[in-house]
């Protein structure tokens, strides 16, 4: 199984400010990766997939990068409702697996 | 819209069979991809398999053993049975599609399934 490891657990940010979270894959799943979004009491909500593509709705504030092993996903302007737990997700194997997941709180 | 809605019992005795239903609407489940996901608080989000409108399944092989999704076109809806559960299966079960098997845009609620005697 490829464990997906996410970081940091915990990112402390102001309104307005931009974010980088981490994935890194226990092995590589060439671009075969998604980040969701989840908010309290709320299904997951796909942003990004194929490491970089957009889901559909989802603001070009969310962007995607990396291969292999090592994925980011930033988050610009970040505003009240962006404020959540974010997964990533990798289909590179036969048994798809997520992160542990970043929180993104106010500062 | 598609939308999607699980139902099924909230408490299953262990060694049991877990039983739920992912009802569609706003649009036909003759397409798409249906999958199941959990998530719990010790183990976080698992994906459990899929299925393809046309009956081709694929289950995460830690469980394998014990899982199967069916669908039935005529109900528009699709199924989960989890055999020989135990507490390790207390999770929220979520229903999710895409015309991707690897990722899910759409998603159910979520039930919350509750493993106890």
């Known amino acids: 199984e490829i464990v997906l490891t996410q970081s940091p657990g915990t990112l402390s940010l102001s309104p307005g400010e931009g974010a980088t979270l981490s994935c890194r894959a226990s092995?590589?799943?060439?671009?075969?990766l998604a980040w969701y979004q989840q908010k309290p009491g709320q299904a997951p909500r796909l942003l990004i997939y194929?490491?970089?593509g957009r889901a559909a709705g989802i603001p070009d504030k969310f962007s995607g990068s990396g291969s292999g092993t090592d994925f980011t996903l930033t988050i610009s302007r970040l505003e009240p409702e962006d404020f959540a737990v974010y997964y990533c997700?990798?289909?590179?194997?036969?048994?798809?697996?997520f992160g542990q997941g970043t929180k993104l709180e106010i500062k | 819209q598609l939308q999607l809605q699980e139902s099924g019992p909230g408490l299953v005795k262990p060694s049991e069979t877990l039983s739920l239903t992912c009802t569609v609407s706003?649009?036909?489940?003759?397409?798409?991809?249906w999958s199941w996901i959990r998530q719990s608080p010790g183990k976080g989000l698992e994906w459990i398999g899929y299925?393809?409108?046309?009956?081709?399944?694929n289950y995460n092989p830690s469980l394998k053993s014990r899982v199967t999704i069916s669908v039935d076109t005529s109900r528009n809806h699709f199924s989960l049975k989890l055999t020989s559960v135990t507490a390790a299966d207390t999770a929220v079960y979520y229903c999710?599609?895409?015309?991707?098997?690897?990722?899910?845009?759409?998603w159910g609620q979520g039930t919350q399934v509750t493993v106890s005697s």
């Open positions: 194929d490491v970089s």
């Open positions: 092995q590589s799943v060439s671009r075969s």
């Open positions: 999710a599609t895409d015309s991707s098997s690897t990722r899910w845009y759409v």
């Open positions: 299925i393809y409108y046309d009956g081709t399944t």
């Open positions: 706003g649009g036909s489940i003759n397409s798409l991809y």
């Open positions: 997700q990798q289909y590179g194997s036969s048994q798809y697996s």
